[in-house]
């Protein structure tokens, strides 16, 4: 046993030694020359190339630290090997040493070069040039040969194909080496098939539930000739496809069909024409579940019945494992709200063999009541912490309600400062007490933008703006930044308007939901009439509350010089009376309710406004009317599949004039037509005119629109509307005999980050003056 000890520990010594001089080698080589000894100097170093040199020696030379004349040392030998390996350009890398008698340790580094690129070259593709394919692949001539890298590049090649059609598309690669000279030649060899479209997605089996339901639920889709070349549907992708597999089984189980097979290999694929494509899904739906027995155990804080009040889910209804998982987090803010901060709910899933159905348990595991320690603000680099402790609902020594802390949370997101925003409860050492956490991540929140537009109503603009949404007057050190306030800067010029605006914003006035702000303006149209231009030169101070709940009051004092400039000697007398200078002093009151879901793409909630307006009398100015005006919006989501929704807009205002006034002025007055309103006549056409057929304005108004839209593939949304309007001359007319109706069609989808409407609008009522046939309008905002 001794004699077999040394045999072994002489073996490790060799082994150790053969490894030594090849780290992270691929195999290990044998020592050629004994241990140098110690404080021992590098000698001659050699370079030899295993295989073809296509690799300058100076490049190995350059990533080496060891040189000619300095110590040996195996550390920094090491370091050099990892150092070359590290350039990619070499499959393996030794290096030997040789002790020379005085010493010295001559080095000898040898290199085995990878492969370079010779040619990429693509063979088959007859739809596709190769100049094209090139773009979609990293593998360039010239480069080191990457195989990994190739066969990426293979698999960009079929995704490309297959999103232009090539559904049966088949992509190889073949790498020719040539040992002499070191170099490959790599080839992509391309099989297209046929282009083809998928016509249509069948299924059989789905007894309970439509074709047209599950078609929603996947990606994949059918070729549409409208839109398909815009959003990219209709084709065949099959890791696109095999996650839809997913979703539709995701989506029986959650109607109940806890059974659900729809097995991969039993999908058929058909080719009914030389360009169309049909695939048939396979499903086996098995019996529909639905909810049995609820019953709770270890709860003693609340009650059975009452628990039971906080479900959605009853017994009878159907079994859907989502719904069942809102009703635990439904349970779980039931408890958070009263501050059992770590309360455990689990759901437990019984198979009742006498009923069929699938009983449930809620196991409840209850916890302390948790007060609010103190609140710790991280990430916050440029955004002051009062900024952010503002806008929580939740304080220190207050119960700590989940339900609150997860209203400050959207608070603290829908203010835009942020990126990121996780509001968490952290442990402390003081028993029954947690820290409420604020982390977040600062978003860019000032933005200088140039551009131009287009609209069917000012026709081209091209405007710069400046605008900060976190703004701080008083601190020039941060860049302006961090204290929440609002600034913008913006000046367009267009076809037939210019505009010029400062405004400023204080929300949170002497640290209270009190906001305070000002505008300073001045706008030239050229687009409400020909025969002259109206420009507006002025400014507006405001105060804005929070009421209550979803209710927001503003108040203001505005002053507004309104110059008609270059009338045209056919303009009609009234316009005429009015050219010169008006000087407009009045105070308006707005008085906001919303509980809108979202601003874009609404699909729920409503929105109603109140404006008064009182002009002239004791706050100055020469024109005195007064004004009274309602806005309300009302959105109701129909249908899940397609985010169907119908919304109602209706509207009505009425402005009297009084004390010096005769009237009020027609600029000043009400119109209706155009894209904000009755979409199916031009700009202002809808209202009174004089003996010229002028549109002059009335003091009443009415109007309202219904609207239908659907997704088409999300973000695009088409829409059905129907407006109805009138306006009248006197104060208080609200007769709707002589209203105007008109009905269209539209698109809304996003340019920019901004919502973009495309409308059609056909006139049903009017008169032989505004019906002027069908309108184009194209819009960005929302119209509410």
């Known amino acids: 046993m001794r004699r077999a000890a040394q045999i072994l520990f002489v073996f490790w010594l060799l082994a150790a030694g053969a490894f030594r001089g090849a780290a992270q080698a691929p195999a290990p080589a044998p020592a050629e020359a004994e241990a140098p000894p110690p404080s021992s100097n590098v000698g001659a ?10 690799v300058d020696e100076q490049v190995i030379r350059a990533n080496m630290q060891v040189h000619e004349g300095s110590p040996f040392d195996e550390t920094l030998i090491d370091r ?20 020379q008698p005085d010493g010295t340790i001559n080095l000898v580094v040898e290199i085995t070069p990878k492969y370079r690129v010779q040619d990429v070259l693509f063979e088959g593709n007859q739809k596709v040039k190769s100049t094209r394919l090139t773009k979609e692949t990293k593998t ?26 090539y559904s049966e598309v088949a992509v190889t ?43 929603h639920q996947m990606e994949t889709s059918r070729y549409h000739w409208l839109w398909s070349w815009i959003t990219d549907g209709g084709r065949y992708k099959a890791d696109q496809f095999q996650d839809d597999l997913d979703k539709l089984r995701d989506y029986y189980r959650d109607q109940g069909y806890l059974d659900i097979d729809i097995p991969q290999e039993k999908v058929i694929i058909d080719y009914p024409g030389t360009s169309q494509m049909v695939v048939t899904i396979q499903v086996t739906e098995g019996r529909q579940y639905h909810i049995g027995a609820i019953t709770f155990s270890g709860n003693k804080i609340y009650s059975n019945r009452l628990l039971r009040l906080a479900l959605r889910q009853k017994p009878g209804m159907v079994f859907s494992p989502s719904k069942l998982d809102k009703d635990v987090s439904t349970l779980e803010d039931f408890y958070g709200r009263d501050g059992y901060l770590e309360t455990e709910i689990h759901l437990v899933r019984k198979p009742n063999l006498a009923t069929g159905n699938i009983d449930i348990e809620y196991q409840i ?12 603000i991280e990430g916050n680099t440029k955004t002051k912490s009062k900024v952010i402790l503002r806008e929580l609902i939740l304080g220190p020594g207050e119960v700590f309600d989940t ?22 409860p952290e442990t402390t050492n003081i028993p029954q007490r947690r820290d409420l956490k604020i982390a977040v991540k600062e978003a860019r929140t000032g933005n200088l933008t140039f551009g131009a537009g287009f609209s069917s109503l000012e026709r081209a603009t091209f405007f710069t703006e400046l ?40 929300p949170w006035l002497f640290q209270r939901e009190l906001a305070l702000g000002f505008e300073i303006y001045r706008t030239s149209s050229d687009y409400n009439s020909s025969f002259y231009t ?47 200078s008006t000087k407009e002093s009045k105070v308006g009151l707005e008085i906001v309710h919303s509980s809108l879901n979202k601003l874009i793409n609404t699909t729920s909630g409503n929105r109603e406004q109140i404006d008064t307006t009182f002009v002239g009398g004791p706050f100055g100015g020469n024109v005195d009317y007064y004004g009274l005006e309602f806005k309300g919006s009302q959105f109701y989501p129909l249908f899940e599949a397609q985010t169907q929704v119908l919304s109602i807009v209706g509207r009505a205002g009425v402005k009297q004039n009084y004390g010096r006034s005769a009237t009020v002025p027609y600029f000043d007055r009400y119109f209706l037509g155009g894209p904000y309103d009755l979409r199916g006549f031009e700009y202002r056409a809808v209202g009174p005119r004089d003996a010229n057929e002028e549109p002059i304005g009335g003091k009443s108004y009415g109007m309202f629109s219904i609207e239908y839209s659907l997704d088409v593939v999300s973000p695009i949304r088409f829409a059905l509307f129907y407006d109805n309007g009138f306006v009248n001359t006197g104060a208080y007319d609200f007769n709707p005999g002589n209203y105007n109706d008109d009905f269209g069609f539209g698109i809304r989808l996003f340019i920019l980050g901004a919502p973009l409407s495309l409308d059609y609008g056909i006139p049903i009522t009017g008169d032989a003056i505004n019906k002027q046939g069908g309108q184009f309008n194209f819009t960005f905002g929302t119209r509410f």
């Not at 190739?150 to 490309?160: A, C, L, P, T, W």
């Not at 490959?184 to 249509?200: A, N, P, R, W």
């Not at 976190?470 to 267009?494: V, Y």
């Open 80 to 99: 050099d090997i990892r150092s070359l390996y590290k350039t990619g350009l070499f499959e393996y890398i030794e290096v030997k040493r040789d002790v």
């Open 403 to 424: 339900v609150r802390m997860k209203i400050s949370k959207q608070r603290l997101q829908n203010t835009g400062f942020f990126d990121d925003v996780e509001v968490t």
């Open 140 to 165: 360039r001539a010239g480069a080191t040969l990457d195989e990994r890298q190739v066969k990426e590049d293979s698999g960009k090649i079929h995704d490309f194909y297959e999103k232009k059609g």
């Open 173 to 215: 690669y073949d790498i020719q080496r040539d040992r002499s000279t070191g170099q490959g030649t790599v080839i992509f060899k391309i099989h297209e098939g046929k282009k083809v479209h998928l016509s249509d997605i069948r299924f059989v089996g789905n007894a309970h539930l439509s074709a047209r339901k599950l078609r």
């Open 365 to 376: 595991q209850e916890s302390k009541i948790f007060y609010v320690e103190s609140i710790k």
């Open 45 to 54: 170093i050699t370079v030899r190339f295993v295989g073809a040199a296509n």
């Open 467 to 506: 605008s900060q949404s976190n703004f701080d007057l008083g601190n020039s050190h941060s860049f302006f930044q961090g204290a929440g306030q609002k600034f913008r800067i913006r000046l367009e010029i267009g076809t037939l308007s210019n505009e010029a605006v400062i405004s400023f914003e204080e």
């Open 534 to 580: 109206e420009i507006h030169t002025g400014g507006e101070v405001y105060v804005r509350k929070r009421l209550f709940e979803f209710v927001d009051a503003q108040l203001s004092y505005t002053y507004d010089v309104t110059e008609i400039k270059n009338v045209t000697a056919d303009a009609s007398p009234i316009i005429q009376q009015t050219a010169g």
